[in-house]
């Protein structure tokens, strides 16, 4: 299995260009969700989703789409980057139980840098 | 608001001692507490995932402990080693919703 991966590692991005972030897991997992971390932040949820067609909104998803078309894949999307989203962006997966919780393990990619200047 | 805070900021210690992180939360009601390992500029490993019921958990050199009643959880780390040298997240989740609540960690710098 090769978990979660991300796709690009870096990237750098002026002032109202788009991009997507990828984000694929082989893990079969429901639930996947996207992260941004800046210094003296700690993790901020950005958006979720607990499977094919379902996603909702995390603390900070004003400026990012994401959609859920398949199990396996979680593109985030920067529809117009400002320099307030220059970040390290991590994706993340787990499973999801039938009563609606989780005890399970999270599993993080390796993230993407993103600068925007 | 649910918070977790985490102490403390950073931390030096030498190699082959022990420390320990502390993680206090109010996050209500509760559901569980993971602790997380981050290499620099690699994404969070999980340590353990502890639950109402569970007050210690160890995984190799490390052992977590938690107190739902008082809302406080240790990450004790034994005979560290240089690769130890990381940030420490602590992650409390709630019982109704999707919701983790994220500490911002603690540094941990192991030096020889």
């Known amino acids: 299995n090769a978990g979660v991966t991300q796709t690009p590692k870096f990237q750098v991005l002026k002032t109202g260009q788009s991009m997507t972030l990828q984000c694929a897991q082989d893990?079969?997992?429901?639930?996947m969700s996207w992260y941004r971390q800046d210094p003296g932040m700690g993790l901020r949820l950005i958006h979720y989703?607990?499977?094919?067609?379902?996603?909702d909104q995390g603390e900070v998803p004003n400026g990012y789409n994401v959609s859920r078309s398949t199990t396996e894949d979680f593109p985030l999307r920067l529809l117009s980057a400002a320099p307030s989203q220059t970040s390290v962006y991590f994706c993340?997966?787990?499973?999801?139980?039938?009563?609606?919780?989780?005890?399970?393990?999270?599993?993080f990619g390796p993230g993407t840098r993103l600068t925007v200047l | 608001k649910n918070q977790v805070e985490q102490s403390p900021q950073s931390l030096i210690i030498l190699e082959g001692k022990n420390c320990t992180l502390q993680?206090?939360?109010?996050?209500?009601?509760?559901?569980?507490l993971r602790w997380y390992k981050q290499d620099t500029g690699r994404g969070p490993v999980s340590l353990t995932i502890?639950?109402?019921?569970?007050n210690t958990k160890s995984n190799g050199r490390y052992t977590a402990t938690l107190d739902a009643d008082t809302k406080q959880s240790s990450l004790h780390i034994t005979a560290s080693q240089l690769s130890d040298s990381a940030s420490y997240i602590c992650v409390v989740k709630e019982a109704a919703g999707y919701a983790l609540n994220f500490g911002k960690g603690t540094s941990l710098l192991v030096t020889p």
């Open positions: 993680c206090n939360y109010t996050v209500s009601p509760f559901s569980n």
């Open positions: 502890m639950t109402f019921s569970e």
């Open positions: 993340a997966s787990s499973y999801w139980g039938a009563s609606g919780s989780s005890t399970d393990t999270q599993y």
């Open positions: 989703s607990v499977g094919a067609g379902i996603t």
């Open positions: 893990m079969n997992h429901e639930y």
